[in-house]
């Protein structure tokens, strides 16, 4: 499935159990040996009381990610469309806590989703300490580039900084380097981001743990909130990535992000490990 092109392997653990998740996604993920995809997505039981499933998420270098805006859409359209569920009201478990998924329904398919991301937070030593490498204003350097960017986490970290060369900056280059900048003791997402003159921000992503993918639905909620905290842009305002447009509306009341957009089916199989 995908979700504005980023695509992930998605495997219902109620029927099947994954003992190495890790091992699984770096050999799913690969393109000529592999499925091909932006890692393995693992749909099963909460732990808690207070969520109805749970989503464990895998980038494509077998490390565990704590959530994916684009990935819990898609399990919104499975449970429903799959008959798993008849709730239009999901509670889904991720490691950065429980996401409510709110279905738009047409008929018995599921049209588009909004997932309450809830709150973001700018301050979190555990992912971003630039005072632990001598920054103080949020200017890193990558192969003698400045970039002035905005921490936002929205449960994982994420750095978004704002350039006037979306279409020509070498994303790969500078979005590697970026990643794994001393400032995050525990590697970083990278948002390149354009504010446009009809008032939508292009966006473009480097994933930690999977390089440039071409959707991130955190990293669009993180570009949104840097955008209008910085006076970029208002509350509610369109991200257009290269897979596809997510719109997000960051709440003045309950301060929590909104994100909506769509999930795709892409193919069924069966696979040996």
């Known amino acids: 499935m995908h979700g504005a092109g980023n695509d992930y392997i998605y495997i ?11 091992a699984m996604a770096v050999a799913w993920s690969a393109y000529h040996t592999g499925i091909g995809s932006d890692g393995l997505v693992l749909i ?9 499933f749970s989503m464990r998420i895998f980038n494509a270098d077998g490390s565990e ?3 994916c ?11 429903y469309e799959k008959r798993l569920t008849d709730k239009s009201v999901i509670r889904l478990e991720t490691l950065s806590g429980v996401k409510v998924l709110h279905l738009h329904l047409d008929g018995d398919k599921v049209e588009s989703v909004t997932v309450d991301m809830l709150e973001p937070t700018f301050d979190n030593k ?16 990558a192969a ?8 936002v986490s929205m449960g994982n970290p994420h750095f978004v900084t704002f350039v006037d060369d979306i279409d020509t900056i ?13 400032a995050f003791p525990g590697r970083c997402n990278i948002e390149f981001a354009q504010v446009m003159p009809d008032g939508g921000i292009r966006t473009r992503v480097w994933e930690r743990g999977s390089g440039i993918t071409l959707a991130c639905g955190t990293g669009a909620c993180a570009t ?10 208002g509350r509610q305002t369109s991200i257009v990535m290269d897979g596809g447009t997510l719109q997000i509306r960051w709440d003045a009341n309950d301060n929590h992000v909104y994100m909506t957009g769509g999930a795709t089916f892409v193919f069924e199989g069966e696979a040996e490990w």
């Open 44 to 52: 099963g039981r909460p732990e808690g009381n207070d969520a109805d």
């Open 69 to 79: 805006g684009n990935a819990s859409r898609c399990i919104a359209k499975y449970l």
């Open 12 to 22: 219902n653990t109620l029927l099947y159990n994954i003992a190495d998740p890790s």
């Open 224 to 233: 949104a909130v840097a955008a209008a905290a910085t006076g970029r842009s």
């Open 65 to 67: 990610a704590m959530m």
């Open 126 to 141: 555990e992912q971003y300490d630039p005072a632990a490498c001598g920054v103080t204003d949020d200017t890193l350097m």
């Open 170 to 182: 070498d994303i790969a280059r500078y979005g590697r380097l970026l990643e794994c900048h001393a």
């Open 144 to 151: 003698g580039r400045v970039f002035k960017g905005t921490y």
